[in-house]
């Protein structure tokens, strides 16, 4: 038996260490700007979003983007425009998945209460206002 109070690094893998709950997007689509690893400015029109928290989101790309570079994040839909750091870089498939941190003041706002994934990143519409009487 054991008597060390620090857990092991596989028994830490296991338990989620992120900062902040992540949602299952319902396949939505942002623009997203980066340089390649060669310096080369990179855009796609339509980057699928697979999850997102408060401070960040995860992206596929066709191509791999550096660690620590900036990528611009924008879609008029969603009203976002910002800044983000590559935290991450993997390979799925044929694409690349990229976690990005949020920069600057750029947050989202997880919805309250019970959550049905996937969501949107939309807002939710505002209630119909109740006729008086």
């Known amino acids: ?18 900062r902040s709950r992540r949602y299952a997007t319902a ?13 080369t400015l990179k855009m796609v029109q339509q980057a699928r979003v697979v999850n997102i928290s408060e401070t960040g ?6 191509e791999p983007a550096q ?4 990528v611009k994040l924008q879609a ?4 976002l425009l910002g800044e983000g750091t590559v935290r991450h870089c993997r390979r799925v498939g044929v694409q690349y998945v990229i976690g ?19 969501i949107s990143l939309s807002d939710p519409p505002a209630p119909a206002a109740k006729p008086p009487g």
């Open 1 to 18: 038996m054991s008597t060390n109070p620090t857990p092991s690094w596989s028994a830490l893998k296991r338990n989620d260490l992120r």
């Open 57 to 62: 989101m995860a992206v596929e790309i066709p």
């Open 76 to 79: 008029d839909k969603h009203s």
């Open 100 to 118: 990005v941190e949020f920069v600057d003041d750029l947050r989202w706002r997880a919805p309250e209460g019970p959550v049905t994934e996937p």
């Open 27 to 39: 396949g939505e689509t942002i623009r997203v700007s980066w340089l390649s690893p060669t310096g």
């Open 67 to 70: 660690l620590l570079s900036r």
